[in-house]
T-cell receptor
Framework: QKEVEQDPGPLSVPEGAIVSLNCTYS??????FMWYRQYSRKGPELLMY????GNKEDGRFTAQVDKSSKYISLFIRDSQPSDSATYLC????????????FGSGTRLSIRP | EPEVTQTPSHQVTQMGQEVILRCVPI?????FYWYRQILGQKVEFLVS????????KSEIFDDQFSVERPDGSNFTLKIRSTKLEDSAMYFC??????????????FGPGTRLTVL
C-alpha cells in the first residue's frame, strides 16, 4: 500500500464550481497535513497547513482532515481559471524540520 | 517577499559527468532540503541539512549525491557521476525552524536536469 494516495485526475470543472480534492494515507505517524499548488514547471507553493482533525478555512479554500479515516480533503469554492494547476497533498510526522511526503498530485483545470 | 532561488534553471549534461545544482535559501532560514520530481511522478524527498550536516536522507540519496553549504548563502547538491535516471526537476527548499506549530518549507522554482 502506498504511503499517500491521490487521484491524479485530470479534473475539469466550470468556473464557479466547488472543487473537492482528496488524499488517503496509510502511516498513522503523519500528524501535519498540507496542500501545495504547483504550476507547470514551477516549485510547489504552500496553500494550507493543518495539524488536527477538522476543518480549516482560508478564503475560498477549506482543508479538512480526518485522522481516524486517514483522509484529507481540499475544497475550493467559487473556482477561478487561475486556480488551474496541480494540487499536491503532503504530510509530515513532525511540525518542523521534517521530510515532506507528497501525493502524486491532481491536475485541475477550471473552464471559463 | 523573500524567496528561494535556484541556478541554473536548466542543466544538460552527459551521462557520467558531475553536476552541481545551486540554491540560495531564504536568508534567515536554518534548515535546507533537496527534493526531486521525475517527469510525471511525485515530488520525492532527497535530503535535509542543518547546522552543516545532513539531518536525514532518503534511500535515493546514495554515494553519488552530496550536499554542501560552501558559504553563508549558497546550498549545493552535487551529483558525482550522472545517470540517465537522474533526469528530473530538482527543488531546493528552506525553512526557518520555528519553535511554533508551523514550520513551512518554501520551495525554489527548480532546476531541470537532463542527462543525455
Amino acid at each position: 500500500q502506498k504511503e499517500v494516495e491521490q487521484d491524479p485526475g485530470p479534473l475539469s470543472v466550470p468556473e464557479g464550481a466547488i472543487v473537492s480534492l482528496n488524499c488517503t494515507y496509510s502511516n498513522s505517524a503523519f500528524q501535519y497535513f498540507m496542500w501545495y499548488r504547483q504550476y507547470s514547471r514551477k516549485g510547489p507553493e504552500l496553500l494550507m497547513y493543518t495539524y488536527s482533525s477538522g476543518n480549516k478555512e482560508d478564503g475560498r479554500f477549506t482543508a479538512q482532515v480526518d485522522k481516524s479515516s486517514k483522509y484529507i480533503s481540499l475544497f475550493i469554492r467559487d473556482s477561478q481559471p487561475s486556480d488551474s494547476a496541480t494540487y499536491l497533498c503532503a504530510m509530515t510526522q513532525y511540525s518542523s524540520a521534517s521530510k515532506i511526503i507528497f501525493g502524486s498530485g491532481t491536475r485541475l483545470s477550471i473552464r471559463p | 517577499e523573500p524567496e528561494v532561488t535556484q541556478t541554473p534553471s536548466h542543466q544538460v549534461t552527459q551521462m557520467g559527468q558531475e553536476v552541481i545544482l545551486r540554491c540560495v535559501p531564504i536568508s534567515n532560514h536554518l534548515y535546507f532540503y533537496w527534493y526531486r520530481q521525475i517527469l510525471g511522478q511525485k515530488v520525492e524527498f532527497l535530503v535535509s541539512f542543518y547546522n552543516n550536516e545532513i539531518s536525514e536522507k532518503s534511500e535515493i540519496f546514495d554515494d553519488q549525491f552530496s550536499v554542501e553549504r560552501p558559504d553563508g548563502s549558497n546550498f549545493t547538491l552535487k551529483i558525482r557521476s550522472t545517470k540517465l535516471e537522474d533526469s528530473a526537476m530538482y527543488f531546493c527548499a528552506s525553512s526557518e525552524l520555528t519553535s511554533g506549530l508551523q514550520d513551512t518549507q518554501y520551495f525554489g522554482p527548480g532546476t531541470r536536469l537532463t542527462v543525455l
